[in-house]
Each structure stands twice: as structure tokens, then as C-alpha cells.
């Protein structure tokens, strides 16, 4: 089913992940109609596949953009804030923001500068006025980190995978709250971490996926 939703334009392929099962509510389907994969996806942008953006980094297939909306819809409420760690070429940071609303925020973490300057330019095509006014917010820093200064989110979601449970990104969660984040090296899983309003984790082990790696910046280079 996934891998098949490739189309000529974002709206066909955002259709056809919804005639697919794969986009199920409509705040998923009107965020990622209004957010044009070709802002953020230097080749092939509607394509069902996970693409280069440089500096060992990937765009992930937007089948997989589409499932993590799903998953974290609840926590991408008007208002609410959210944390995107390896926001890439910032699709995914955007469509979130989308969902938060203006009252809400997403910050972006990287540790590679081009990608930040890429997504603050990629941003600026079509919602400067979301940078001017902190609705979405690229920072450049070690993603494994997180970034307390802007802490506590409702929603964390992680696009590249932790070789370990991210204990430092739970700390950073409202209670409740979720994040969302690939986990292993060789063999990987997508990972649903809920915090319960007394603070206890639950974790859920979702899908097998395989996503880059979650590492620092010399080594990112290098893959």
C-alpha cells in the first residue's frame, strides 16, 4: 500500500495517500495539501520515497510524514507546542505548524547550519511571516539533546533514529504527551512514547522502518 501514492502534483499524491488509507483525518489531509512538497524536496517532491537533501540527510517518503501526522495528531492541537528533532529541509516542521495553528509553535533542531539556512529559505517561499513570528522556529543544535530552552512540548517527533530510548527528549514532554522517534541500529522500530499525566512512560513499538542514523555532525557528514 505505502510506496504506491507517487503523483504529478502535491495535491494528487496527497489524494492519493488518503484514497490509500494511509491519511485518515481531515486536519492530516488540509495540513499536507497546504504545505507543497516541492518547497522542500529538492527532486522528484511527489515521489512515495525518501529522497537526499544533502549532508547526509534525508526527506522521508511522504507515506511516512503522512503515518507520523496521524500518530500525532492529538498533539498537534490549536495552540499546542511541538519539537521536530532533524527537521531536515523542514516539510514536516511546517506541516505540523500547520496543525498547531497560530497560537501554537514548532521548533526544529539541526546540527548542520545549511540544513537550518536551507529550511529558514525553504520556509520563506511561501510563510515568511511564520519565521517573523516564531510560529515555526529553526535552531541549530545537537537534536539528541533536544532543546530545553524551548521545553515542555506537547509532541516531540524525532526523524532519524536514536540508538537508544531517548530518555533526554521524554524529560522535555509534557505530561501528557507524546513523542514519536525510530529507535536501533541494525534493526529499527518506530517507536510511540506516551507520558501519562503522572509522569509514567508507555511505550508502543509500531512499525519496522529504516531511517539514517541520529548521530552528531562529523559523523553525519560521512554517511
Sequence with gaps: MAWRCSGETNLE???NLFRKGIIK????????????????????????????????????????????????????????????????????????????GPEGQVIGIEH???LVDMSNRNVRKQRADWIDNGRVKFITGDGRQGYPEGSLYDCIHVGAAASEKPTKLLDQLKSPGMLLSPVGTTLQSMMIYHKEKDGTIKEEKWLGVQYVPLTDKDQQYDI
Design 13 to 15: 499524491l496527497v489524494e
Design 25 to 100: 483525518s481531515n486536519r492530516v489531509l488540509e495540513a499536507m495539501k497546504a504545505v507543497d512538497r516541492n518547497d522542500y524536496s529538492p527532486r522528484r517532491p511527489y515521489s512515495d520515497h525518501p529522497q537526499s537533501i544533502g549532508y547526509g540527510a534525508t526527506i522521508s517518503a511522504p507515506h511516512m510524514h503522512a503515518y507520523a501526522l496521524e500518530k500525532m495528531q492529538d498533539y498537534l492541537k490549536p495552540g499546542m507546542k511541538a519539537l521536530d528533532v532533524g527537521s531536515g529541509s523542514g516539510y514536516l516542521t511546517v506541516c505540523m505548524a500547520d496543525m498547531v
Design 112 to 114: 548542520i547550519q545549511e
